[in-house]
């Protein structure tokens, strides 16, 4: 999106778990089914659970020390509780690849005016790292080196600056807080708030924050977050508090939960979210899902089933997060499900062992203000670093044979699903 960010004078009131966000982890990266049969033996959404997923001793290092979005007439209508009154914390105030479907010409004397509207979502980004992380290769290290907060988005710029909504997962606060005063957990995550400029340089328009390391630095480190949101106009959504993102003319309503720390009571906040943003008439919807097992390819029932409630209820894509690995996407009454993005600009882990990750790209169509059916999707495949050596935190697209391989790993994920893409990462139909 031409780089406009939400207004946000507008926005009102407001580990393996990642407890396996960290770098000290080990995986083999399967290509069937068979392969990753019995790996996670975690527990299931509703409780945490710790994995290895990856190794924090950086090359040439020691081992030892602990490892763990611009579009012309956009706008962010910011966010707005929409449910429980007893909210726990409520807000007080480079590559040049083009995304698929793009607007084409049409002749007005025999078409009727048609709209385009594509949205990217992207996976896990810690903007940060965690207490007791080492430095030497760290996320605040590199930030402090690189004096530029362009610098993090820069190869997938062309691809988010030219949609019109860029959707990621903000894992962990944006906080003031000092290191050591958030919770004594294995994982606590924090980054500065200056680190909101990351999303807007890298053209992130919308965070979903619904997510188990929200409440890090507790509720100081939410507010803190959420202010930092609300400065940069970035639209977010957490629990009750939804969010509306316009563009076009088109608005897009926004919801996200955490069902690893809250479990199936996130469902209250699914469908008083989705009725909330119904009568405030959004054109599309989202429900953003932090779920399932960390480090396992394939979701668990409970996944499936609240995906395909969601959709029910009325959201017209749900987008997955928290395994930190690939899963696949499902069709399912003619929408998607993605169940797991991975991780994308991930801060938490200095060398992680499996770097694939994708962009998931719908254009939604619109003629004379009616969404029609016809709905492209294409997946972009991407590693987390642009190094194969260790994280330079620079998630890139993927060329070659490289680009084939990671596809194929998401077709064995939604053999199962219903969805298959072709070489070009665009949506197979029967």
Not at 195 to 214: C, D
Not at 232 to 252: K, L, P
Not at 395 to 408: D, V
Request: hydrophobic share 30%; aromatic share 8%; charged share 25%.
């Amino acid at each position: 999106m031409a780089r406009t960010r939400g207004l946000a004078g507008l926005a009102a009131g407001l580990c393996v778990l990642l407890c396996a966000c960290g770098d000290d982890v080990t995986i083999q990266i399967p290509t069937d089914r068979d392969l990753v049969e019995g790996e996670a033996g975690a527990e299931g959404s509703g409780g945490q659970t710790e994995a290895f997923l990856g190794s924090d001793t950086m090359p040439g290092q020691p081992s030892g020390s602990q490892g763990h979005g611009d579009q012309p007439d956009s706008q962010g209508y910011g966010n707005r509780p929409s449910g429980s009154p007893d909210q726990q914390d409520q807000p007080s105030g480079s590559q040049d690849q083009m995304p698929p479907d793009r607007p084409r010409e049409q002749d007005s004397s025999l078409q009727e005016p048609e709209l385009r509207i594509t949205i990217s979502a992207a996976g896990d980004m810690i903007l940060g790292s965690y207490y007791g992380q080492g430095y030497a290769g760290s996320f605040p290290e590199t930030y402090k080196q690189e004096k530029d907060p362009g610098y993090f988005l820069e190869n997938v710029y062309s691809i988010f600056s030219q949609d019109d909504l860029t959707l990621v997962n903000l894992e962990g606060p944006l906080t003031s807080a000092r290191e050591g005063e958030g919770k004594e957990k294995t994982y606590c995550i924090k980054g500065e708030p200056e680190y909101a400029s990351i999303l807007t340089e890298g053209s992130v328009e919308a965070v979903s924050m619904g997510n188990n390391h929200r409440l890090d630095y507790y509720e100081k480190g939410s507010r803190d977050t959420v202010a930092a949101m609300e400065e940069a106009g970035i639209v977010y959504a957490y629990d009750s508090n939804t969010g509306i993102y316009e563009t076009q003319g088109i608005r897009i309503g926004l919801i996200s939960v955490d069902i690893v720390s809250q479990g199936s009571g996130v469902e209250k906040y699914v469908q008083e979210g989705i009725a909330s943003l119904q009568e405030e008439e959004v054109d599309l919807l989202i429900a953003c899902c932090h779920w399932g097992i960390e480090g396992e390819h394939y979701p668990e029932a409970y996944q499936r089933s609240l995906g395909q409630k969601c959709i029910d209820w009325g959201a017209d894509l749900v987008i997955g997060h928290h395994p930190h690995v690939l899963q696949g996407i499902e069709e399912y009454q003619g929408k998607y499900i993605v169940y797991s993005l991975g991780n994308f600009c991930f801060g938490a882990n200095r060398n992680p062992v499996d770097k694939d990750t994708m962009i998931f790209q719908q254009t939604f169509v619109f003629v004379d203000g009616i969404r029609q059916e016809e709905a492209p999707v294409q997946v972009i495949p991407c590693s987390v670093s642009s190094l194969k050596e260790r994280n330079d935190y620079r998630p890139t697209p993927a060329q070659g044979e490289e680009a084939e391989r990671i596809l194929q790993r998401i077709n064995t994920y939604s053999r199962e699903l219903g969805a298959a893409f072709d070489t070009e990462g665009y949506l197979v139909r029967e």
